[in-house]
């Protein structure tokens, strides 16, 4: 029931009373009143925008936000009003639903803006009133088609190599021509031999000079067999495409039905049919004609042309204008052949002998041709001459502007996608590069504060006092909350920089042995991998938790770089060549990180390597370090 | 409106059309569109005068007024509306039929309309009036042409009526003749002198005895 009508319930019950003379039933009791408060005003305060209506105009609609208990939780006791942290704009619409029951869209507002206002507030968008729901649902179409654009490229571009098999990479060369080198060299290729196929069979028909008899000859007759040869090549080309994609093609079935391969077969089947037929003279006529179907070659372009492809999918989009076009023309020229006709039976030696023959005349004038091969001579025919023609303009420019539109649009469509494509891989990289900087931040609070000589709360105290002044609470906290990470998986994270040199270094000397699981106790100069201690339990780390560092160093993962070594002044790291002293306060490079398949787990207690710091900040010493951009 | 003067309007807009045909203007139908935008437009009397003329208090016709106001812009309603909204209180039923004998009831000054006064009027009778004026309301509405008798015909029309309120799904089944003995005992209790007809003054007389009416008279006293 819309609730608007829930404001004339009393008068309906108060109209009942008309039915209690003819009652054949005493009447129910009426139900108690629980409360009969009076109604209020209440203050919504929307981001400092103040509105205030009645609390019955809210409680209309009690299965949402503002008609339910649930914004109890948004009451703000020391102003006596409700606090929503939300956009005032949106807010007005949103409040004038429950005024006037009907919900608007305002045109200038983002899609999913208000779609997420609406959610927060619990209002289905389905009640969108009928003047606004059309343009909302258009809206909402457009974005989800951008949105499956975008997903529909991340996924393509998201599959790695390793995932496809020989037939989905060979499909995938195909239709997305730029992944792989080859694929591109394949598509010029094919593209060159289009155009050269369709070049020979123009070139072939022009005349070439006289041959031996004193006669014209096209070229084709007189290089007959170059152009043979090319023919074949072109044609050989061809069929292996066709073939390699019809392997390739995930589903066959829908391959073969789908219109480009219905092009290819039609590009190549005359050659075959010529093969087979070429010793029968009596089907050769046929066998011309079917020469006319190497032409559809060219249509093969359109796998090469974004705007061809537009071109066709206006045209298959338009096909309704197009056939009223069709329609109203067909009507149009029979009615005006008939009356040409007529007009011109009078006159002798007139061409217009037959209505089928005036169509001819009707349609050159019509699309304003006039060719002059039929005029009509009596003053009659001369009359409606020219009213044909009048209306020949006006019938032919009524449709075309609707498939002109239509094109334009699905042709901007199309631009736009590509150039959000473009800009996408942009503003990628500038996000990558801002959030790198926030992962920096933590580096250098760490540097600043954290590495420090005293204990390791003390110097979280000293680090934290440090940077107080600088960062806010969220700050700290996020800081907190990483190095508490840092701590859970005895990992730390590192830099870009550090992390690659690491890995450039722990290249050159790659060890053959890796595994952490091998142990040896002494020092071991060189190696980057391996745990040294023998008692501890190796720690699988899968690969995905070290996603941060992982650019290219795939090799790398093998290798384990630990340092065994306390990070206190007096480090005797196990690997001189890579270490990098972390001085106790500050500013200096934090460890060298690799990312790795297994490590031990570094003791909490002192480590047998003997080392003279038992200092707490050996506990961080221990840690192998990961690089976490 | 006279023949005549629909001839002619009729005619002026013939040769307009002509006019229009020759010349060519684009917005043809822009003289006959401001005719019809002209709204109707009711403003109430003054709160002070519903105040005496009706048993709410101030607080109340200002509630109720907003809830009147809110659903009708304009300030009046007309048949349809009211029929629309009468009826979604009744979606199994068709509640028209009832809905118009209820807008003829509160049209009290019979002007096609129900205007915000009509409204508070009747609804001052039926929440807030004596039993005498509630029994007559009730009258009112079953004489549906106003002449001061109840016939058979006029008490099957209203009984019909609200029988349509139900709708197809009850229980027991909705049979053809139920409205018709419904009516007939009505009849047999109100028609004393058995004249066919009931006078206002028999009915009062006979719900003024009856328990279950004057019971259930008082029933929607609390409703605003």
């Given at each position: 029931m819309a609730a608007g009508v829930a404001a004339w319930l009393p008068f309906a019950r108060a109209a009942a009373i008309g039915w209690m003379p003819v009652a054949s039933a005493p009447m129910p009791p009426p139900p108690r009143d629980k409360r009969h408060t009076r109604d209020e005003l209440i203050i919504l305060n929307v981001s400092g925008s103040r509105f205030q209506t009645w609390r019955n105009t809210l409680e209309r609609y009690p299965d949402t936000l503002l008609g339910s208990t649930e914004r109890d939780f948004f009451y703000h006791e020391e102003t006596n009003e409700y606090f929503f942290d939300r956009d005032p704009d949106i807010f007005r619409h949103i409040l004038n639903f429950y005024r006037t029951g009907k919900l608007h869209y305002p045109r200038h507002e983002c899609i999913s803006a208000y779609d997420e206002e609406l959610a927060f507030f619990g209002i289905i968008p389905e009640i969108i009133g009928d003047c606004c729901y059309e343009e909302y649902k258009d809206r909402r179409r457009e974005n989800a088609e951008r949105i499956q654009d975008d997903e529909d490229n991340e996924n393509g571009n998201d599959v790695t190599q390793l995932d496809l098999t020989i037939r989905q990479s060979m499909w995938r060369a195909f239709e997305n021509p730029h992944t792989s080198t080859m694929a591109l060299v394949f598509y010029y290729v094919t593209g060159f031999f289009i155009a050269v196929s369709v070049m020979a069979n123009v070139v072939e028909t022009v005349p070439c000079g006289t041959g031996s008899r004193a006669k014209e000859m096209s070229c084709g007759e007189r290089y007959a067999l170059a152009f043979f040869c090319l023919d074949t090549a072109c044609v050989m080309i061809f069929t292996v495409e066709y073939l390699l994609r019809l392997i390739a093609a995930p589903s066959r079935y829908k391959f073969v039905k789908s219109v480009m391969s219905i092009i290819d077969v039609v590009a190549i089947m005359p050659y075959y049919i010529g093969l087979v037929m070429t010793d029968n003279e009596d089907v050769s006529g046929a066998f011309v004609t079917l020469r006319v179907f190497r032409v559809f070659r060219i249509f093969k372009f359109s796998r090469h042309s974004a705007g061809l492809r537009i071109l066709g999918y206006t045209l298959k989009s338009c096909a309704s204008e197009l056939g009223f076009l069709l329609f109203s023309l067909t009507m149009a020229i029979i009615i005006f052949a008939t009356v040409m006709f007529y007009a011109e039976k009078g006159s002798n030696s007139s061409k217009f002998t037959s209505i089928p023959a005036a169509f001819w005349y009707t349609i050159v004038t019509m699309t304003t041709?006039?060719?002059?091969?039929m005029v009509p001579k009596t003053i009659v025919g001369k009359v409606f001459g020219s009213i044909c023609s009048l209306s020949g303009v006006l019938v032919i420019a009524l449709p075309v502007p609707v498939i002109v539109s239509n094109f334009s649009r699905i042709y901007h469509q199309s631009q736009r996608a590509e150039k959000r494509r473009a800009q996408k891989k942009t503003r990628l990289a500038r996000i990558r590069a801002a959030k790198s900087g926030g992962a920096n931040a933590y580096l250098q609070y760490k540097r600043n504060?954290?590495?420090?000589?005293?204990?390791e709360e003390a110097s979280k105290e000293a680090g934290k006092a440090l940077v107080c002044k600088v960062n806010p609470t969220f700050e700290t906290q996020h800081h907190h909350l990483l190095h508490c990470l840092e701590k859970t998986t005895n990992h730390e994270f590192v830099d870009e920089q550090t992390y690659e040199t690491s890995c450039m270094e722990v290249s050159m000397v790659k060890p053959s042995t890796s595994r952490?699981?091998?142990?040896?106790?002494s020092p071991h100069g060189?190696?980057?991998?391996?745990?040294?201690?023998?008692?501890r339990k190796s720690f699988n780390v899968p690969n995905s938790n070290m996603t941060a560092g992982r650019r290219g160093s795939v090799q790398e993962l093998s290798t384990i770089q630990i340092r065994e070594r306390p990070l206190s002044n007096s480090r005797s790291s196990l690997n001189a060549k890579f270490e990098e002293t972390v001085p106790l306060n500050s500013e200096q490079q934090p460890y060298i990180t690799a990312a790795i398949i297994s490590m031990p787990t570094p003791p909490v207690t002192t480590p047998e390597g003997g080392d003279s710091a038992s200092s707490p900040d050996f506990l961080q010493s221990n840690i192998v370090r990961v690089s976490a951009l | 409106m006279s023949c005549r003067k629909r001839c002619k309007r009729e005619f002026l807009k013939f040769a307009q059309y002509l006019f229009r045909l020759i010349t060519g203007t684009l917005n043809a139908d822009s003289v006959e569109d401001e005719l019809e935008l002209s709204a109707v437009r009711h403003r109430p009397e003054g709160l002070e005068q519903l105040e005496a003329q009706t048993r709410f208090s101030r607080k109340e016709l200002q509630i109720l007024y907003r809830g009147f106001k809110n659903e009708c812009p304009s300030g009046v309603v007309n048949e349809d509306t009211f029929k629309d909204i009468y009826s979604q209180f009744f979606?199994?039923?068709?509640a028209s039929t009832y809905a118009h004998f209820l807008f003829n009831a509160f049209d009290t000054d019979h002007d096609g309309s129900v205007s915000f006064e009509d409204f508070v009027t009747g609804l001052s009778i039926l929440l807030r009036g004596t039993v005498q004026e509630k029994l007559n309301w009730a009258f009112n509405l079953y004489d549906i042409n106003k002449d001061g008798y109840i016939t058979k015909e006029e008490m099957l029309d209203i009984m019909k009526a609200i029988y349509n309120m139900m709708g197809k799904c009850t229980y027991p089944i909705l049979k053809e003749e139920t409205p018709r003995q419904h009516v007939e005992i009505f009849f047999q209790k109100m028609d004393k002198n058995k004249d066919g007809v009931v006078t206002i003054d028999e009915f009062i007389d006979c719900c003024q005895n009856d328990e279950n009416i004057m019971r259930s008279m008082q029933l929607f006293e609390n409703v605003i």
């Open positions: 041709l006039g060719y002059g091969d504060g954290l590495l420090a000589d005293a204990e952490s699981s091998s142990v040896s106790s060189l190696t980057s991998c391996c745990s040294r201690r023998n008692k | 979606p199994q039923g068709d």
